[in-house]
T-cell receptor, first 112, second 114 residues
């Protein structure tokens, strides 16, 4: 099976940087995804990592270390609209249908 | 743009009722998924489908069944609704090809079972 851990909640100030960590254990790693979910809405895709290193997309970056079973999502120049839950999800070669397993999500609150 | 729609945003049902949740995608995706999302538990996979008439159990299939008669439509069925099935239900679809292919989610159906 898979075990995915991320903090439950984080608070940061507008304009600052926040780093959301995700650790995972899986038998056949086949990629890690980050999704953003605003309250009452569907998750939307943010980033994908399958090789070690940093992927940058504007204000958002995602990092992966496969040997450590670790990823983080970095949000820079925080804006009020970034207040949302951020979901880490891992895909496993061994899982039927290459399905994703999600962590519990990290709720980020951005304060003025 | 990928579009995944769900038949209802909010639904109230009584214990013992049969409930149908419909999901439609317009991108010709082979894979479709049903999740439920509960506070503190995150997204949990109920069932998924590789293709038409194909289905596989996810992590929490008990109390649910599914139907995929057409490629664009994936239905989740609660044969006899119970109060512990009160939850947010999210449908997703994905193209089969490519390792980095992501899932696209519908807006969700918030189900309350009384």
């Amino acid at each position: 099976g898979q075990n995915i851990d991320q903090p439950t909640e984080m608070t940061a100030t507008e304009g600052a940087i926040v780093q959301i960590n995700c650790t995972y254990q899986t038998s056949g790693f086949n990629g890690l995804f980050w999704y953003q979910q605003h309250a009452g809405e569907a998750p939307t895709f943010l980033s994908y990592n399958v090789l070690d290193g940093l992927e940058e997309k504007g204000r958002f970056s995602s990092f992966l270390s496969r040997s450590k079973g670790y990823s983080y999502l970095l949000l820079k120049e925080l804006q009020m609209k970034d207040s949302a839950s951020y979901l880490c999800a891992v895909r496993d070669w061994g899982a039927a249908g290459n399905k994703l397993t999600f962590g519990g999500g990290t709720r980020v609150l951005v304060k003025p | 743009d990928v579009k995944v729609t769900q038949s209802s945003r909010y639904l109230v049902k009584r214990t013992g009722e049969k409930v149908f949740l419909e999901c439609v995608q317009d991108m010709d995706h082979e894979n479709m998924f049903w999740y439920r999302q509960d506070p503190g538990l995150g997204l949990r996979l109920i069932y998924f489908s590789y293709d038409v008439k194909m289905k596989e159990k996810g992590d929490i299939p008990e109390g649910y069944s599914v139907s995929r008669e057409k490629k664009e439509r994936f239905s989740l069925i609660l044969e006899s609704a119970s109060t512990n099935q009160t939850s947010m239900y999210l449908c997703a679809s994905r193209r089969f090809t490519g390792a980095e292919e992501t899932q696209y989610f519908g807006p969700g159906t918030r189900l309350l079972v009384l």
